[in-house]
């Protein structure tokens, strides 16, 4: 086959049969921007992206119950700092174990910036910043002898905020509230699409009093509080014995003689479990995650493949006297479907690419609705998110562009095409009769 030539014709056919081509590379278009947009949201939530290079190992302890079993009342939440410290800074069955806690946003002054400016703050211990990989631009991170220091790592954002730099920021001293902080590293700032480990301010929460106070059922326990536990793994076997470690931490307090229960609802729990369900008292079942994924797959390719295929459909049948005509010149089904095929493959591609630009252009524009709309947790923010170049511009996502192109075409065309090239050669040169 003459890929010049089969070109020449391809545009020749496009010119004049304009409003066939432009209705389907927009019908494709459409579809690869669709299932782009879909695609890209998971690839967030679930890839490798910085700082949460770590995620396959990273396993969390979110939520906790409590129950008197003697009145049936319960209480839940996240957890206290007394949980914390005898139950979970003690694993031994993890590479590194970190406990956080968040104030939410909070004004932030300098000396440079004297009104204020509303920032995201986090406490943290220092191995936060070994179960995520933040990338410092100067500085490091705080040890575990100055964790009851008012110290803090600050992203480049905050510093550019706060003192009109990001460079040569390292000392220098800004407020939470009335508590002054000195500033120990700067770090690159993160996307808010990246919740586990997102913040614009890191502080020891050991600085602060009260991190240590906590509340529980009835008044008897504090083993509830403000805190996330997040920890990595090494490998499966590593996973299988934390659980087991996890498991008997509940079961002997369950079974210490207390009339209190503690339900841990299996955790703790990956990265994509956490991701993918919506609360984390469910059973999480990664057959029901693929079944939902799949239809939704099914709807955002099958129905535009079905559409296009009527399209091809009756344009072969006002080919088909072209078809006969050639047929009787030597040529063979064969060549002609190829022909055919390569034809409508530079107008996916074509709609490909226009739908990918489109995605991205969306994405760009829509992000904080778009992301709100797919998010699991209806309380959670995703505002003013910010969307990096790993995130947009993966191999993955022009790997899953050239495949779900690929898809298209063959669910489209192929069937028509073959069922034309069927035809007998009289019945082709008869067809316009």
């Known amino acids: 086959m003459n890929w010049t030539q089969a070109c020449k014709q391809a545009w020749n056919e496009a010119r004049q049969h304009s409003v066939y081509t432009s209705l389907y590379i927009a019908g494709v278009a459409l579809a690869i921007a669709l299932t782009m947009i879909f695609g890209v949201i998971y690839f967030v939530k679930m890839a490798p992206i910085y700082p949460e290079y770590n995620r396959a190992n990273t396993y969390s302890i979110e939520y906790i119950t409590f129950r008197d079993t003697t009145n049936y009342s319960s209480m839940s939440g996240r957890l206290g700092y007394n949980a914390v410290k005898e139950w979970f800074y003690t694993l031994k069955?993890?590479?590194?174990?970190?406990?956080?806690?968040?104030?939410g946003g909070m004004t932030i002054y300098s000396d440079n910036n004297k009104e204020g400016v509303r920032?995201?703050?986090?406490?943290?211990?220092?191995?936060?910043?070994?179960?995520?990989?933040?990338?410092?631009?100067?500085?490091?991170?705080?040890?575990?002898?100055?964790?009851?220091?008012?110290?803090?790592?600050?992203?480049?954002?905050?510093?550019?905020q706060l003192f009109g730099t990001d460079e040569g920021v390292t000392g220098r001293i800004f407020k939470i509230s009335?508590?002054?902080?000195?500033?120990?590293?700067?770090?690159?700032?993160?996307?808010?699409?990246?919740?586990?480990?997102?913040?614009?301010?890191?502080?020891?929460?050991?600085?602060?009093?009260?991190y240590d106070s906590g509340w529980g059922l009835n008044g008897q326990l504090t083993n509830m509080g403000n805190f996330l536990v997040y920890m990595t793994v090494k490998d499966d076997d590593q996973v299988k014995a934390l659980k087991r470690e996890v498991q008997e931490i509940a079961h002997k307090?369950?079974?210490?003689?207390?009339?209190?229960?503690?339900?841990?609802?299996?955790?703790?729990?990956?990265?994509?479990?956490?991701?993918?369900?919506?609360?984390?008292?469910?059973?999480?079942?990664?057959?029901?995650?693929?079944?939902?994924?799949?239809?939704?797959?099914?709807?955002?390719?099958?129905?535009?493949?079905?559409?296009?295929?009527?399209?091809?459909?009756?344009?072969?049948?006002?080919?088909?006297?072209?078809?006969?005509?050639?047929?009787?010149?030597?040529?063979?089904?064969?060549?002609?479907m190829k022909q055919v095929l390569f034809e409508n493959f530079l107008w996916t591609v074509a709609g490909g690419v226009i739908g990918l630009a489109a995605a991205w252009i969306v994405l760009a524009l829509e992000r904080e609705w778009i992301f709100k709309l797919f998010e699991n947790n209806p309380g959670s923010s995703v505002t003013d998110v910010h969307l990096s170049g790993e995130m947009l511009f993966s191999p993955a996502i022009f790997g899953g562009a050239l495949v779900l192109c690929l898809m298209l075409n063959l669910m489209s065309a192929f069937i028509p095409t073959w069922r034309a090239m069927r035809r007998p050669i009289v019945t082709s040169l008869y067809e316009k009769r």
């Open 253 to 336: 307090f369950n079974t210490s003689g207390g009339t209190v229960e503690v339900n841990l609802y299996n955790q703790p729990s990956s990265h994509f479990e956490v991701a993918l369900r919506e609360s984390p008292t469910d059973d999480f079942s990664w057959s029901s995650v693929i079944r939902r994924n799949i239809i939704i797959l099914l709807v955002l390719l099958l129905i535009p493949s079905l559409n296009l295929s009527g399209m091809i459909a009756g344009r072969m049948e006002s080919r088909m006297s072209e078809m006969g005509i050639r047929k009787s010149y030597g040529a063979g089904s064969g060549i002609l």
């Open 178 to 210: 009335i508590q002054e902080f000195i500033v120990k590293g700067v770090v690159k700032e993160a996307s808010r699409l990246t919740p586990a480990s997102y913040s614009q301010v890191y502080y020891p929460y050991m600085c602060l009093p009260g």
């Open 93 to 103: 069955n993890v590479e590194h174990v970190t406990a956080m806690t968040s104030l």
């Open 119 to 160: 920032m995201s703050t986090k406490g943290v211990d220092p191995d936060f910043f070994k179960v995520f990989n933040l990338e410092f631009v100067e500085g490091k991170p705080f040890t575990e002898e100055e964790q009851n220091l008012p110290v803090a790592v600050i992203t480049d954002r905050v510093a550019r």
